[in-house]
């Protein structure tokens, strides 16, 4: 049904989006009620709930137990949780040569069982990531943690971290926290308890979970705050049908649903205004992009460029020549939105707006540049063909639907593009197992990226220290994208922790990015959340979503 | 008839090792593993797989990780899930209830309709209602069952509204005693009446063709001009013998209900063995998938022992080797 919406119907449903936005904060404030279940319909049920070893939704609803010393907001600002503040070097957290932070803890937090919460636990939180017989591969471990060279306790209020060196993800450190008094050693594999069902000190407890059926998680009776959570229980429910989960919020057999996928939200919307007891929330700032990825080099020799998209000409002329407006409108009902920005999300967002279609300005740049129109309309230039092939992981039905779009439009201004999409592990392989993408055997691949809190690990990707070779397989710049200035600009950010200092480095490296275009924004899916009237005090404003903020949860009706 | 079944089942833990061993390479061999990730991939990721790999053994030859499963799994150790961490054993009882419950009224419930339906269909051949049952039975036959499921759904469920969507019980309020008795069988009447259907639709016509056939042997009409009541031949004589071909058909509906009823669990969100397995599979959790195969074989062994011993009570020839 997505496919039949009609522009007309497109910017109803925008409408309706804009709307959902702007009447859930104005509800009143009701004295909340205490007690009652929230029942969430959880459509993949995770292997474990411990982001120190786990991701995605175990990671996420997680985050109702285990807390972080920050945790970060819907535009990727962090606020202190359990810290007390924020270190900087102004208030004395971060020492004048960037490399020792200390951090402190809010004073009387308890873990659930009722034992105090110390610095203690931060040392051996790291001990147990230190360990080699460890596993942490968690959401929560981010590459910062590479960067820590020892953790200290000053008091049990206090600790401090020694880095290696100037550490700009400090802020990403600890956002899970382990209770050392319930383990006997620092090694800490997914076979403890607590690895599926973690203590925390956040406002839930996980009480039982019974596996393909439910987790259920209980009021946490020692949370520091005691007018909270309003809830008794949150149950997450697991219902793998995706259509049965709609069903059942819109019925009101469940209250809300992790999570809808940008094409359940023309439904949720739909349903919402005739009338269904629901709330549909559109995330306002940007979520994952899709890319497509250009090849730079000759097949994987960074020294030679690639014989056609090697040309910044035919770069800037695809970028010109796709009609993005269309992709959104005719593929995702107008929901969606564009950027033209390698940040376009977290703290250090550049505003970078999206390149406007033009298809006579693109013909004309390739004009300029010597690529002649054929007998079949496709340009050439000393004899090498304007053809490109268009690979992304196949069986996915939407993506082709814009693939095709796409091959319309550049066959517009002259340029040839081949889909040949392959399956996942062709195109992301290792480079021993001849990887498309790591192995430069491509011209332009397409997939989501770069919904990042901090640029530092993404910006890093398109540095040419990154480009991989036989002798650095691991490497992630697959664009063979290099700039000397870019590497300058994103090196230097990546060294200083001064928030200020480095938007400013940023926002000079992604105007540099933009104009050499090694890779191309097509579109930002839309997010959102939906949740049943049931429910009220429910809130869009933290990175995850709604879900670490369920201890404001309660049951309006 | 005791050795018989002794050399059947000594003889079948060869072919299960070999069904084993298969199904790992099969698993070897498709893409990906239990470490891959879709999409993207971050530098840090890299680090902690190595780790992660070596722990799990992963980095070994296929044949050596084959060969220690192996040798664990005769000590009795079914390994632990690489997705949860959980002992596999643990893993798959907890979901055995859910799927016997739905398997054993499913079953029950289309023995009691079939035998009696397809003697009906027999007895009336050519009848209205043989054709009613013989329509009923194609069209089940014919539709997909997560179609069924869905529709059924649609209707009792979304429409009217009568029963509950998914799962085992209320989430928000737990019943107890006889109420949750009466609770579960409210869940489980959907999944059950589609499963029913669909094995019903399967195996009715196979029991009319069997009655048919016994009906035109020849101590049948014997037993008929001996002036027996019409009951006492087609309850006595016939039905026994016709149900020798059904019994197997039966029994080998087992391993089936066991695994089966993927697309039954995952619609009406049953907590069930069938699910674990699909969710394994798309996780690679290689150690879940080959326990549950190791049953599922010997399930299929198993009950190819059921229909034997079934036999011999229906028919003592076949106990006693004269056939």
């Given at each position: ?40 319909a ?21 985050k ?8 970060a ?7 202190p ?61 981010t ?19 020694k ?68 809830l008794d ?23 809300t ?21 629901i ?18 080099a ?5 020294k ?25 409108d ?74 095709q ?13 081949k ?69 300058r ?14 938007r ?54 | ?26 698993l ?26 070596q ?14 499963w ?23 009882l ?29 007895l ?80 009715v ?30 309850g006595?004589h ?10 197997t ?35 690679r ?23 034997d ?15």
């Amino acid at each position: 049904m997505l496919l039949h919406l009609t522009r007309r119907g497109a910017l109803a449903l925008g409408a309706a989006a804009t709307l959902a936005l702007t009447t859930v904060p104005a509800f009143a404030q009701p004295a909340p009620k205490k007690g009652g279940t929230a029942v969430i319909a959880l459509i993949q049920e995770p292997g474990s709930l411990n982001r120190f070893l786990t991701t995605q939704t175990g990671a996420i609803l997680g985050k109702m137990v285990v807390e972080g010393l920050f945790e970060a907001d819907e535009k990727g600002n962090y606020y202190p949780v359990l810290a007390a503040q924020i270190p900087t070097q102004a208030n004395g957290g971060i020492s004048a040569d960037s490399l020792t932070v200390r951090y402190t803890l809010k004073p009387g937090i308890q873990w659930s069982d009722g034992q105090p919460l110390t610095s203690a636990d931060y040392v051996f939180t790291f001990e147990a990531y230190a360990n080699p017989g460890s596993a942490p591969a968690g959401d929560a471990i981010t590459p910062a943690w590479k960067q820590i060279e020892s953790v200290t306790a000053i008091d049990p209020l206090n600790f401090s971290v020694k880095m290696k060196q100037p550490n700009p993800g400090y802020l990403e450190l600890f956002n899970v926290v382990l209770p050392r008094h319930k383990f006997d050693g620092p090694v800490v594999t997914n076979q403890h308890a607590q690895s599926r069902m973690p203590l925390g000190t956040g406002p839930f407890v996980v009480k039982e979970w019974r596996t393909g059926d439910a987790i259920v998680f209980a009021r946490n009776p020692h949370y520091r705050d005691s007018g909270r959570p309003y809830l008794d229980q949150v149950v997450a429910k697991v219902i793998p049908n995706r259509e049965v989960a709609l069903q059942g919020l819109l019925r009101g057999e469940v209250d809300t649903l992790f999570f809808p996928v940008t094409g359940d939200l023309p439904t949720l919307l739909k349903a919402q205004k005739e009338g269904n007891p629901i709330q549909v929330a559109m995330q306002s700032s940007k979520s994952w992009v899709e890319w497509l990825w250009f090849n730079n080099a000759d097949n994987g020799d960074a020294k030679r460029p690639h014989p056609v998209l090697g040309d910044p000409a035919v770069r800037e002329a695809i970028d010109r020549g796709i009609d993005r407006r269309q992709i959104i409108d005719q593929v995702f009902g107008g929901l969606g939105q564009l950027t033209g920005s390698l940040l376009y999300s977290g703290w250090a967002a550049v505003d970078i707006p999206a390149t406007p279609y033009d298809p006579a300005k693109a013909a004309q740049v390739l004009e300029a540049a010597g690529w002649k129109k054929g007998a079949d309309g496709i340009r050439s230039r000393n004899g090498v063909r304007a053809s490109l092939r268009f690979q992304t992981v196949s069986g996915d039905r939407t993506r082709e639907l814009y693939q095709q779009l796409i091959q319309q439009n550049l066959k517009d201004v002259g340029i040839e593009v081949k889909i040949q999409n392959v399956p996942s592990n062709v195109l992301f392989g290792a480079y021993k197992d001849g990887g498309l993408l790591k192995r430069g055997n491509f011209d332009i691949a397409m997939s989501r990226d770069g919904y990042v809190i901090d640029p530092v690990v993404w910006a890093g990707k398109f540095t040419s220290d990154q480009i991989v070779t036989a002798e650095h397989v691991e490497g992630l710049n697959v664009m063979f994208y290099s700039n000397a200035e870019y590497d300058r600009l994103v090196g230097q950010a990546g060294s200083i922790v001064d928030p200020a200092e480095r938007r400013k480095l940023y926002a000079q490296a992604a105007q540099r990015f933009a104009a050499d275009r090694p890779a191309l924004p097509l579109y930002s899916s839309a997010w959102g959340w939906a949740w049943s009237n049931r429910l009220g005090g429910v809130k869009t404003d933290h990175w995850l979503g709604i879900w670490p903020l369920a201890a404001d949860w309660y049951v309006a009706r | 008839m005791l050795r018989y079944s002794l050399r059947r089942v000594f003889g079948s833990v060869p072919l299960l090792l070999l069904i084993c061993a298969f199904v790992f390479a099969l698993l070897q061999a498709a893409p990906g593993g239990p470490l891959s990730s879709s999409e993207g991939g971050g530098g840090a990721a890299e680090e902690a797989m190595s780790r992660m790999r070596q722990q799990w053994g992963l980095d070994q030859p296929a044949y050596l990780q084959f060969l220690h499963w192996l040798s664990q799994l005769l000590h009795g150790e079914w390994g632990t899930s690489f997705n949860s961490g959980q002992p596999v054993l643990q893993l798959i009882l907890e979901r055995l209830p859910a799927t016997l419950q739905l398997a054993s009224a499913s079953l029950l419930l289309s023995i009691l309709i079939v035998i009696p339906l397809g003697t009906a269909a027999a007895l009336r051949k050519r009848s209205w209602i043989d054709y009613a049952i013989t329509g009923v039975s194609i069209s089940g036959i014919s539709m997909p069952i997560f179609w069924l499921a869905l529709m059924l759904l649609y209707l009792f469920s979304f429409r009217l509204g009568w029963l509950p969507s998914a799962g085992l019980g209320d989430i928000r309020a737990s019943a107890e005693g006889w109420d949750a008795v009466a609770e579960r069988a409210r869940y489980l009447l959907l999944p059950v009446a589609c499963f029913t259907l669909v094995t019903v639709a399967s195996l009715v016509r196979f029991m009319r063709g069997s009655m048919l056939d016994t009906l035109d042997q020849d101590y049948i009409r014997t037993a008929r001009s001996k002036g027996l009541p019409r009951r006492a031949v087609v309850g006595k004589h016939a039905l026994r013998n016709a149900l020798i071909p059904v019994v197997t058909m039966f029994a080998l509906e087992l391993p089936r209900l066991f695994l089966g009823s993927v697309v039954i669990e995952t619609i009406f969100a049953l907590p069930g063995v069938g699910r674990l397995f699909i969710d394994s599979v798309q996780v690679r959790d290689y150690p879940v998938l080959m326990g549950i195969l190791v049953i599922a074989s010997a399930l299929v062994v198993l009950s190819n022992l059921v229909a034997d011993l079934l036999y011999g009570w229906l028919d003592p020839r076949i106990a006693l080797g004269k056939v």
